[in-house]
């Protein structure tokens, strides 16, 4: 209990500036809302009235918000780290109330846009054709669990991404920052590289076309605990 009371703080303590992780993101997403609704009455205008059918992700505007999730886990690390360590939270404890707001978050967007499909489905697009929270045909064609997966996973690898980099860079400067991202750049060339040498291509993209939303959110989720764990390792010596 006394762990997860700890754990209770460090969630407390991010979401003391409640403006990152609540107004902010609802502005962001009203806003692309806004944006591609007006790209789509432009079109409807075009097509004198008719609208079109299946058409998804007009100008791509509906990402956006997960985007923004890379900048709400750096400042997570630059605003809250020293007021962690000045309450005497353990690093490990700051890396886990971290991760398990960054779910917190990336869950509640994706249960967003989750309703926001449903009312989609339910009134054939706002009853203009329109399409925002089903993201893509990709999607429609999955129950809207399957986008959940996708989106949380998503949010999370992407904010835990930027959290990451602000680890490395608190504790290294922006040379180790740069150096480690170059490194990591390299081995993915060099693993493109093995790829095309060994004439893999074939069975790689057999591999993407077999990924349903689920498979492809997961393998994110992943990715998003390889950052957290990453984290850890840089923020153990990171000065506050």
Same mark, same amino acid.
């Given at each position: 209990?006394?762990?997860?009371?700890?754990?209770?703080?460090?969630?407390?303590?991010?979401?003391?500036?409640?403006?990152?992780?609540?107004?902010?993101?609802?502005? %962001?997403?009203?806003?692309?809302?806004?944006?591609?609704?007006?790209?789509?009455? %432009?079109?409807?205008?075009?097509?004198?009235?008719?609208?079109?059918?299946?058409?998804?992700?007009?100008?791509?505007? =509906?990402?956006?918000?997960?985007?923004?999730?890379?900048? %709400?886990?750096? =400042?997570?690390?630059?605003?809250?780290?020293?007021?962690?360590?000045?309450?005497?939270?353990?690093?490990?404890?700051?890396?886990?109330?971290?991760? @398990?707001?960054?779910?917190?978050?990336?869950?509640?967007?994706?249960?967003?846009?989750?309703?926001?499909?449903?009312?989609?489905?339910?009134?054939?697009?706002?009853?203009?054709?329109?399409?925002?929270?089903?993201?893509?045909?990709?999607?429609?064609?999955?129950?809207?669990? =399957?986008?959940?997966?996708?989106?949380? @996973?998503? !949010?999370?690898?992407?904010?835990?991404?930027?959290?990451? !980099?602000?680890?490395?860079?608190?504790?290294?400067?922006?040379?180790?920052?740069?150096?480690?991202?170059?490194?990591?750049?390299?081995?993915? %060339?060099?693993?493109?590289?093995?790829?095309?040498?060994?004439?893999?291509?074939?069975?790689?993209?057999?591999?993407?076309?077999?990924?349903?939303?689920?498979?492809?959110?997961?393998?994110?989720?992943?990715?998003?605990?390889?950052?957290?764990?990453?984290?850890?390792?840089?923020?153990?010596?990171?000065?506050?």
């Amino acid at each position: 209990m006394k762990h997860k009371s700890r754990l209770v703080k460090v969630i407390r303590l991010h979401l003391a500036n409640r403006a990152t992780y609540i107004v902010i993101p609802m502005v %962001v997403v009203t806003a692309t809302f806004c944006l591609s609704l007006a790209l789509y009455m %432009v079109l409807l205008l075009g097509l004198e009235g008719e609208a079109p059918r299946q058409l998804y992700g007009l100008g791509g505007f =509906q990402f956006v918000p997960f985007y923004y999730a890379v900048t %709400v886990g750096i =400042q997570a690390m630059m605003y809250t780290y020293p007021f962690a360590m000045a309450m005497s939270l353990t690093r490990r404890e700051y890396i886990n109330g971290t991760t @398990g707001l960054a779910a917190l978050f990336a869950g509640g967007l994706a249960l967003i846009y989750a309703i926001g499909r449903g009312i989609e489905e339910h009134t054939d697009g706002f009853g203009i054709g329109f399409h925002y929270f089903g993201l893509a045909e990709w999607f429609a064609q999955f129950g809207w669990w =399957q986008q959940f997966i996708f989106l949380t @996973g998503l !949010c999370l690898m992407l904010f835990m991404a930027g959290f990451c !980099c602000t680890t490395v860079f608190k504790r290294g400067g922006a040379l180790r920052l740069v150096a480690e991202i170059t490194a990591w750049t390299m081995a993915a %060339v060099g693993a493109i590289a093995l790829v095309t040498y060994l004439e893999w291509w074939p069975a790689v993209g057999d591999w993407f076309l077999a990924l349903t939303p689920a498979i492809a959110g997961g393998w994110m989720l992943v990715v998003a605990g390889a950052f957290s764990l990453g984290s850890y390792w840089s923020i153990r010596k990171a000065v506050p």
